[in-house]
């Protein structure tokens, strides 16, 4: 963990320059290695091909993000990350919103409880 999860209508993509936005999230979130660890970072997108926004009248689109983490971070910890996330979507997005009508959104989701999880690659991020 933290997986950022981005959901994007495809009437955007062309414009959207989502791989970009991809990098710029996992570059913040590797800032907080801190809080993050390194080997646990996710961050994927998933194009929207069904459907509608508000009154379905207009060609407006809409970005949403998910940023899900484990327990156990401060409310400050929580609060200053994804507001930096959310500025960092905002900023990516400014010259597109200016053209057309767009929706951004964001949330962070806290598991509960454990997660399981199996893999190998946070030992290449181990200090010896």
Sequence with gaps: ??????EYTDNIKAD???????????????AHGDMFPIGGI??????????????????DAFVHATLKIGAGRSEADK?????ELFEVMKAHFADLMSRRYLALSMELYEFPRPTY??????????KA
Excluded: C, W
Excluded at 16 to 30: G, N, W
Excluded at 42 to 59: S, W
Excluded at 79 to 83: E, I, S
Excluded at 117 to 126: L, S, T
């Design 1 to 6: 963990m933290p997986h950022f999860i981005l």
């Design 16 to 30: 959207a320059d989502i791989p970009s936005l991809l990098k710029k999230v996992t570059e913040v979130l590797i």
């Design 42 to 59: 996710r961050a994927r997108a998933i194009e929207l091909h069904d459907y509608r926004i508000a009154d379905g009248q207009a060609d």
């Design 79 to 83: 609060q200053q990350v994804g507001d």
């Design 117 to 126: 999880k199996h893999g190998n690659i946070h030992a290449r991020f181990k």
